[in-house]
């Protein structure tokens, strides 16, 4: 009685920290994606072209991309507890503004607030939880990896909705109440450890080369600004050759010498680009081809999103008994089979193929989520976690904007030669080549979890 009840508790405590870790990095997700359905109507109500109001979600993304360097770094500094709560108050802040903005450029200046609140939450809360978590991050994984995979499909579902019926203002007053719930529950549930007491001085030429170099980089990819990602290109350069130089690097490249660590980056990276990718390109099928509407179409994608959510949540047990190798392929092998029916759209295959086709697809996300993840923290101290987290971050976010990128210019030229579903299905069919890469790390993954 008395060994259950020592058990039990840290899971429940784990659990209940998992809960507001995943309500922290939903919202931060879902922002990033929400406000898609809501550009023309945002335009139209600020009076501004669509090409300036296009800003507000670039915005987002390029002060997301410039604050998750630092998250190590201020998590090593001022503590996890401390760091998150002040991500949530900077977020939801920059949310209550974006709703009552006047005019186009105040509301891409919100979204900057918001942007940077955002883009530490999600790093910071996953350092947190892998820190208390333990030896039982293997069983717990599906906490801190569910809000990755679904929040995408979500984002477009709820701003639908709310453009729909109330306005896009309510896009952002409608996360309010989220935000103020997180961080008053927050409040009660994280543990408030001492910070690590590194006392590292914080690495200036590093953060301005490493965050504006990222911040352009990504933005480049995704828009597609030549300009733009050759120069972060360069500044990235530039800061691989200071971080080998400089005794406390913002970000630790010395991270990539464990190999564990590597691997799982580069899976992580290839896992970024197929995931992303492909919420471009499927809403964009079914609402220029299947001619549904941003809210159908979300509905239409739900079925990835239950995939892998079913897949995350068993996934501690998965990895227990088949093993991070066992499990990554065979999660692979899902996301490839369903894929294959979207190669085929010249064909015109059934919609009940393709929902079926979803779901086996995410399931294969998620199931090739987990181990990366398990991988990624079991073979490092408990005090390298925050920068491995915040390296994760930026692998992850860059993955996913190239592979967007690559996916994009694949369809506009394929636009440009043949009828709108043939041209679909072959972006799809460099997504299943995509995809496929991901066996080359997963064959080098360990047959048994480290933690």
Not at 32 to 59: E, F, N, Y
Request: glycine share 12%; charged share 10%; proline share 6%.
């Amino acid at each position: 009685m008395d060994v259950t009840t020592a058990v039990a508790r840290p899971d429940a405590a784990l659990w209940k920290l998992g809960g507001v870790l995943i309500m922290g990095a939903v919202l931060s997700i879902l922002d990033a994606t929400i406000v898609t359905v809501g550009i023309d109507s945002i335009a139209r109500d600020l009076g501004s072209p669509v090409t300036t109001v296009q800003w507000v979600a670039s915005a987002y993304l390029l002060a997301a991309s410039a604050a998750i360097p630092l998250s190590g770094w201020l998590t090593d500094r001022f503590g996890g507890r401390a760091v998150w709560l002040t991500a949530v108050a900077v977020f939801t802040a920059g949310t209550l503004l974006c709703g009552f903005a006047w005019s186009a450029p105040a509301l891409i200046a919100f979204r900057v607030i918001h942007g940077l609140g955002g883009g530490l939450m999600q790093p910071v809360g996953q350092a947190v939880f892998a820190q208390e978590a333990g030896p039982a991050l293997g069983r717990m994984i599906g906490v801190i990896t569910l809000p990755a995979t679904v929040a995408p499909v979500l984002g477009p579902l709820l701003g639908g909705a709310l453009v729909a019926d109330f306005g896009w203002r309510w896009m952002f007053f409608g996360v309010v109440p989220l935000g103020v719930a997180t961080f008053a529950v927050a409040r009660r549930l994280l543990p408030a450890p001492e910070p690590s007491g590194a006392r590292s001085p914080l690495d200036v030429r590093g953060i301005l080369l490493l965050s504006p170099g990222l911040a352009a980089f990504v933005y480049g990819l995704a828009e597609g600004v030549v300009v733009a990602w050759v120069a972060g290109a360069v500044l990235l350069l530039g800061y691989g050759i200071h971080a080998s130089r400089a005794p406390s690097p913002v970000l630790d490249l010395k991270l990539f010498r464990d190999r564990g660590f590597s691997v799982a980056s580069v899976s992580t990276f290839l896992l970024g680009a197929s995931l992303y990718s492909s919420m471009l390109v499927l809403p964009l099928y079914y609402e220029q081809v299947e001619h549904a509407s941003p809210w159908e179409a979300g509905l239409l994608l739900a079925p990835q999103a239950v995939g892998s959510a079913a897949v995350l949540l068993a996934g501690g047990r998965l990895l227990a008994r088949f093993g991070p190798r066992r499990m990554m392929l065979a999660g692979i092998g899902l996301s490839l089979l369903g894929t294959v029916a979207f190669t085929q759209l010249g064909s015109a295959p059934s919609g009940v193929l393709l929902t079926v086709s979803l779901l086996i697809r995410g399931a294969g996300l998620g199931a090739a989520t987990a181990p990366g993840m398990t991988t990624l923290y079991g073979s490092l101290e408990r005090s390298r976690i925050p920068r491995a987290t915040s390296a994760f971050n930026v692998i992850n976010r860059v993955g996913g904007s190239l592979g967007t990128a690559l996916l994009a210019a694949i369809l506009h030229h394929a636009l440009t030669s043949s009828a709108p579903p043939t041209a679909f299905g072959t972006t799809f069919t460099w997504a299943l080549a995509l995809s496929a890469l991901t066996l080359v790390p997963a064959a080098f993954f360990p047959r048994r979890s480290t933690r």
